[in-house]
């Protein structure tokens, strides 16, 4: 199972598989500026490892990042997506989640801030959002990964 194109894909494998091993990663938030987390922590840092399955990136503003074409959303990514990397604001992930359900991605790591890691009204209400009436349904399929200290779901 070393070969990303010999792995399993039915709905049984683990989402460790997904996780670690996954045969495609979508980047959300994706920027040509060298100076943001997301383009040397994420973009370039997965072109650099070797990685060899493909590489979406999500940006509202670029065409190209990278060499790579870019999407203005998850659902305009051709084929599927098992891992998104959300560097988003908080406020945007609800709707990012809404999109990866009908999308059936099976990872999303949110390296983002304004949950309740902050004393805001508004961190507690997205984190309320998020753990609304289908989170266990986000639960199942994603395994949520966060990024930031003090981010608690």
């Known amino acids: 199972m070393s070969d990303l194109s010999q792995r399993e ?8 598989d997904y996780s670690f091993r996954p045969r495609s990663v979508a980047i959300v ?26 590489i979406h990136f999500i940006s509202r503003s670029d065409d190209d990042i990278l060499g ?18 959300a560097a988003i604001p908080a406020a945007t992930i609800p709707h990012l989640m809404r999109e ?17 890691e902050t004393e805001s009204q508004g ?8 753990r ?4 266990h349904n986000w639960a199942q399929l994603y395994g949520s990964l966060l990024a930031g200290s003090g981010t608690q779901l």
């Open 9 to 16: 894909t039915s709905a049984s494998s683990p989402v460790w």
């Open 132 to 135: 609304g009436k289908h989170s």
């Open 29 to 54: 938030g994706a920027s040509s500026d060298p100076s943001r987390p997301v383009y040397f922590q994420f973009q370039q840092a997965m072109i650099n490892s070797g990685y060899r399955g493909e």
């Open 123 to 130: 961190g507690g209400d997205f984190k309320n959002r998020l």
């Open 68 to 85: 790579i074409k870019t999407y203005r959303s998850i659902q305009d990514v051709p084929g599927p997506v098992d891992y998104v990397i």
């Open 100 to 116: 990866c359900v009908d999308k059936n991605v099976r990872v999303v790591h949110l390296f983002t801030a304004g949950f309740s």
